[in-house]
């Protein structure tokens, strides 16, 4: 990226309204997404330890299947904000309902497999005796709900990309209370059990799904877009979104592999990693809402033809993901005494703990540089580039955390990799974003 004059403040400021705008509803939107496990898990867990661990084996094989298809947001996000960028809202809102038009037929290709399919599933696993029944019946019942649950993903990668992260917010709200409602309800008012749960999730789900909608229905009428389901724009959706699955995928793994590792260093080790993990995913949260921020900002700007602008509103984006960064990485070395008791009293753990903390600390900086070019390269709809950068991250990452417990280290070190993972993703992301390739407007890439 060649060197650009100095913005005035005016300009700066500017920015930073619209980066606001619309990262703080979706920071709120992406908190209130795990809290219906949160509820699910505090009242399941008062049927009984088998029915708890059923839960959370069927919700991870869930999340993990959910996590697979978040490319229907982002893809989605860029295309329609390209599209508002050029001043054509029914083209915008045809898009995102080709979008929505896939979540619905990928959705029920899910069930199709997961129904008959959930006893393995479950006992891959390695699901208990007493744990596995219940866990079959809780994902055999929630998998009815996959179909509304892309939908959410879809429709919400449409609103972003209308410049509308509010009203995702005020719909994940309303989800979370009225899952927490059904499942009191169901699970003890109807004595379903489990299957109320499992039950009163779908039946949240599917009402966030008719409240998107509904929304995105009323603006194709209100602009004359077609909701008919239109082959071609369902396939260009699936081929804009397979290089966002291949790097979801290659993310995936990178978890697995360290997750992988940190189990073979030991209990204790294991244990802190997945404190240190839940972390590192809650603070993800945060630089992502930023991230979201870009990825609506700069489709819009490359939509209008407006390349100066989408350029300078990317060096803006940076400066916050690295004072977000420093903030964040501040916050847990200061907080540390306070946290780390509320996980574990157990001593072991805690030392093994605290030292892979500070390594999380120190490269919270390059995390935050690493989801914001992440954000903006998917707003400029650079999906090849963004696979082909996170499957070079794996090959590197791979083989150095796989030797970590052949040498002697333990989760310090593996963690120290997990940091050389984030330093190799900002650096292929920076060479991108240095290089100006992604700079392609007009709406359409």
Not at 138 to 160: D, E, F, K, N, Q
Not at 380 to 385: H, R
């Amino acid at each position: 990226m060649s060197q650009a004059p100095a913005r005035p403040k005016s300009d700066r400021r500017r920015h930073d309204r619209e980066i606001l705008a619309l990262a703080v509803p979706a920071f709120g939107a992406l908190v209130a997404e795990p809290l219906f496990v949160m509820v699910d898990s505090a009242i399941v867990g008062h049927l009984g330890t088998p029915q708890l661990a059923g839960l959370g084996i069927a919700a991870a094989l869930l999340a993990t299947g959910v996590s697979v298809f978040v490319f229907l947001a982002y893809a989605t996000t860029a295309a329609v904000s390209r599209r508002v960028g050029a001043g054509d809202l029914p083209s915008a809102i045809r898009q995102g309902m080709d979008g929505i038009w896939l979540a619905l037929l990928l959705g029920l290709a899910v069930i199709a497999v997961a129904l008959p399919t959930a006893p393995w599933l479950v006992d891959l696993f390695g699901a208990s005796d007493t744990a596995a029944p219940y866990a079959t019946t809780y994902l055999r019942v929630s998998s009815l709900g996959i179909p509304a649950m892309l939908i959410v993903l879809a429709a919400t990668g449409v609103l972003r990309g209308l410049q509308d992260t509010k009203t995702p917010l005020y719909v994940a709200i309303a989800g979370f209370a009225a899952n927490a409602v059904l499942n009191v309800v169901l699970v003890y008012g109807a004595g379903l059990g489990i299957a109320g749960s499992a039950w009163g999730t779908v039946i949240a789900q599917a009402g966030m799904a008719a409240a998107y909608l509904f929304v995105v229905v009323r603006g194709a009428r209100r602009h004359g877009a077609s909701l008919r389901p239109d082959a071609a724009g369902i396939r260009a959706s699936a081929q804009a979104g397979v290089p966002l699955l291949v790097r979801t995928l290659s993310l995936r793994a990178v978890l697995m592999i360290a997750t992988g590792v940190a189990a073979r260093l030991g209990d204790a080790d294991v244990a802190a990693h997945q404190i240190i993990l839940s972390l590192w995913s809650l603070m993800a949260f945060a630089l992502d809402a930023i991230a979201i921020a870009g990825q609506a900002i700069i489709g819009r700007y490359l939509g209008a033809g407006d390349a100066e602008g989408a350029r300078r509103a990317c060096r803006r984006m940076v400066e916050w993901g690295i004072a977000s960064g420093l903030l964040l990485g501040a916050l847990i070395v200061l907080a540390r005494p306070l946290f780390v008791p509320l996980f574990t009293g157990d001593g072991t753990v805690q030392d093994t703990l605290l030292p892979a903390l500070l390594v999380v600390a120190i490269t919270q900086p390059i995390a935050g540089v690493v989801f914001v070019l992440d954000g903006v390269l998917m707003g400029a709809g650079d999906g090849p580039y963004l696979a082909g950068a996170m499957v070079v991250t794996l090959v590197v990452f791979a083989p150095v955390a796989l030797l970590v417990p052949v040498f002697g280290g333990g989760l310090t070190t593996l963690w120290w990799a997990m940091g050389l993972m984030m330093a190799v993703r900002m650096v292929t992301l920076w060479l991108r974003m240095r290089s100006g390739r992604w700079v392609v407007t007009g709406a359409t890439r």
